[in-house]
């Protein structure tokens, strides 16, 4: 297997995120942003391979160009290369127009022998980019993956299901969503950060892939938001304390059973 991809998001570092009531839109702009936490095990496996394999492992992302960052991270880590996937026509994207974009961007970049990908992204937990990847490129599809060894042709590879766990055999080329009980993932050393900050990361845009228009953003998007709604959390109550009037406090509790019909319980 001489070339592997892995595919990694940029997403908040926070989960004080908010979503823009007139296009439906995640609001990203001003907050924290870090590699999504499932990627890194995806980032972790592929390096692993590399080191048992000599496959060149290259880290592929879409987003804003300051994803760049999470590319940086993943050579640091032990990747060989970064590809950024940026362009303001891709802004708004699905999960279907975000998997047509990477799908795209991997032929180009391919041919791949190999894909990983995190379980889901942290900011959307949809779980549908991998998966829906690996059909667009009419490759095997490996969900939960938790276990993977690549052979002649084939790779074998177990899956997290309920109850326990599937071992199973898959031809190649396959794209495998690895769960995080696959590995551990290492921290990245100081040579590591070092060529991660000197690598040069390889920008593609809307005009470097044959795609159409229609099938980009917002308007290649089914997938429509309506309304957005925050929940209201209302809390009412009374405090009372003991420490003042005990007999009182214990009174009023009395009562306040009572009058949910738990008196006696």
Known sequence: MEKIAVLIKQVPATESVKIDPKTGVMMREGLAVEVNPLDL??????????EDLGAHVTAVTMGPPAAEKAARFAIAMGCDEGVVVSD??????DTLATS??????????????????GERATDGETGQVGPAVAALLGFSVLTYVSKLEPREGQVAFERAVEGGHERLLAPLPALAVVVKEINVPRLCTLAGKLRGKRAEIRFLSAADLDLPAGRLGLTGSPTKVVRVDYPQVVRKGRKVSAAENFDGAMAELGQFLKNLGLEGI
Not at 88 to 93: K, N, V, W
Not at 103 to 114: C, N, S
């Open 100 to 117: 047509t974009v990477l799908a795209e961007t991997l032929r180009k970049l391919g041919p791949f022998g190999l894909i990983l990908a």
């Open 88 to 93: 303001r026509a891709f802004a708004g994207s």
């Open 41 to 50: 095990h995806a980032i972790e496996e592929a390096v692993r391979l590399k």
